[in-house]
């Protein structure tokens, strides 16, 4: 597992240096679903660089992917949840706050999680078997913080719906902060930044985190308080688990 994990912070880092390159070129931007539901094609380029490195170093092994339709469920076999740029909007709109992220399973047990902030040359990895670290130094387990001393970290339309009382929530703190991107985001809650994150987002959106959390004292649920389904986009809460039944109080 050791080799795999080293060959993981070797392709992230690999992948964010060819984002960094690549960046200043022009890019080729499409909509999925709707207007601010964007794609380019150094997205495609990053995820296909990675994927093939992959394959070539572990052939056997299975791939779950943003793009493209690349799809293989986490709960069978041993199995790599990339997502090549995340927070997609930040990247074309800033040219920064965003991430590569990579998730690796077997049979469906997170071994280790990545999260690599791009510009800012920060890599966050580890959970399973390994402390997670920035840059190699550990990151502390939660600690535990009254409401009303801590900042939120969540979707602007849910916080602006009250959706499931998030804003009810929201008024207990300190106030709300919005990164734009699920990674950078839940980086900010493992840092004991934020006191956790909510939005709405995919399996590859929260795959590291959740994997890198369990180890620091945190949880990944929905808002309805059940574990993710690894195949739909799902309203989700990364939280600390200590905070849990007192959070639950003000999410409905």
Known sequence: METKFKFAQDLIQEAGSFIRDEMAKTLKIEEKTQFDDLVTNLDKATQDLMIAKI???YPND???AEEDGVRHSVEHGNVWVLDPIDGTVNFIVQ???FAVMIAYFEDGIGKFGLI???MGDLLYCGGGSFPVCV???PIPRYQDTPLNRTLLGTNAGMF???YHGIRD???QTLGVRVYGGAGISMTQVMLGHLLGYFSCIQPWDYAAALIMGENLG???LTIDGEKPDFSTRQSIMFVPKAKLPEIKTYIK
């Open 218 to 220: 945190y949880t990944l």
């Open 95 to 97: 040219g920064e706050h």
């Open 160 to 162: 602006a719906d009250n």
């Open 55 to 57: 394959i070539k170093n």
């Open 62 to 64: 299975f791939i779950f």
């Open 169 to 171: 929530l929201a008024k």
């Open 135 to 137: 840059n190699g130094k």
């Open 116 to 118: 690599y902030d791009v």
